[in-house]
């Protein structure tokens, strides 16, 4: 299998079921409700092999996410998911806030983190953080997640993590590369497919120079910028 199939499969979740919890006109919180941790494996990270699913967790929150910790700090965890990184994020601060917009997806992550006392669990909505409170956390980070919802939602997610981050707080986010070889496979599939009106958690795409635009306008300053496959952008909260 070649890198942009691999990309696109892993773009390509759905879910069965649908969740009463706070409401979703959106869509996504029923694209995102796994019936166990294998699916959700699968679901995240287009990986159901628990190994490397793990592994993958513990390098993003050790090698990716490590040096922006300290272990005073309360950190946000934004589409926590399963807990993929959470479980790795959490002995190396205060308090993590695993934050996902699925109640299922938080059932399993409960269960799956029972034994770490520092992690909090909230349920998001479609473009707001009802929890953790405002100027309450001093790093947060969104991996793999901003890219499955509208750019709308994504940019008042933006906003919404600069208000729970304190003064001078720091932020991680991703977001695919339009502009790379596998991220435009992945764009030409949609449109080809017409995936791109039936899927609600597709990858919605960006290139470097929006990437630019958008975050500062959500209220962050710049501080880090990698672009490959992937744009990584590490931002402070802005005065």
Known sequence: ??????????????????????????????????????????????????????????????????????????????????????????????????????????????????????????????????????????????LLTLQHVEREHAFALMREVRRVLRPGGVAHFTFPNLLSDEYLHAFLHYVESGEANSNPARARFYTPEEIHRVVPAAGFEIVDFEVEVEIRVTCRAAD
Not at 71 to 88: A, E, K, M, N
Request: glycine letters at 10%; a negative charge.
């Open 1 to 142: 299998m070649g890198l942009w199939e691999a990309v696109l499969r892993r773009l390509q979740g759905s879910g069965g079921g649908t969740e009463d919890a706070a409401p979703d006109s959106s869509g996504y919180r029923a694209v995102w409700s796994p019936s166990n941790d294998t699916d959700a494996m699968g679901l995240i990270l287009n990986e159901t092999d628990a190994g490397k699913f793990e592994a993958s967790g513990r390098h993003d929150a050790e090698e990716v996410l490590g040096p922006l910790i300290r272990s005073s700090d309360t950190v946000l965890d934004l589409g926590c998911g399963i807990g993929r990184v959470t479980r790795y994020v959490a002995p190396l601060c205060r308090e993590v806030w695993a934050v996902d917009i699925s109640p299922r997806m938080l059932e399993l992550a409960r269960s799956r983190l029972a034994g770490l006392a520092n992690v909090r669990f909230a349920l998001s909505n479609e473009a707001s953080l009802p929890e953790p409170p405002t100027a309450s956390v001093d790093f947060a980070y969104s």
